[in-house]
């Protein structure tokens, strides 16, 4: 499984540490930027992830901005794309087991690292329910231009 991970200035550091974090672990995260603190445009990294995804350089996403909400709406704008702020660890789980989110958004400025550790693997190790929420998902589709 490829995992793609972006942010703002508002979640560089998060990113970093993230990248580190999994580093250590065996897992690499196929960074995305921004590159530094330097202010930039969160739509500009949501559109760089959703193309990363499309274009199945990654399987999974994560994407981070100061709050996660500037970047999740501009993300879930495209088609296919489900993008979750993880705000607590049931969100966390029910984002897979319910909305089989396909990128994980967190806020940098908002959230510690170790919570956003934890949410990453509790998503991870979950398993997608389907049945029902298939139908959700396909009705979400058509809702989108
Ligand atoms: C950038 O200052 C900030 O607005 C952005 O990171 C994000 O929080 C927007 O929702």
Do not use: W
């Amino acid at each position: 499984m490829n995992i793609a991970i972006a942010s703002d200035h508002g979640g560089f550091e998060l990113k970093q540490r993230l990248i580190e974090h999994y580093k250590t672990k065996g897992q690499r995260l196929e960074d995305l930027g921004t590159c530094s603190t330097d202010s930039c445009d969160y739509p500009d990294i949501a559109h760089r992830m959703v193309k990363a995804l499309r274009d199945g350089q990654a399987d999974l996403g994560i994407l981070i901005c100061g709050t996660g909400i500037g970047i999740s709406i501009a993300a879930n704008r495209f088609k296919g794309i489900r993008a979750a702020v993880l705000y607590d660890d049931f969100t966390a789980e029910m984002a897979k087991k319910h909305n089989n989110a396909n990128i994980m958004v967190f806020g940098g400025r908002t959230m510690q690292f170790e919570d956003v550790v934890r949410r990453i693997e509790i998503f991870l190790n979950t398993e997608y329910e389907g049945g029902r929420h298939e139908t959700r998902l396909a009705k979400i589709e058509e809702g989108v231009a």
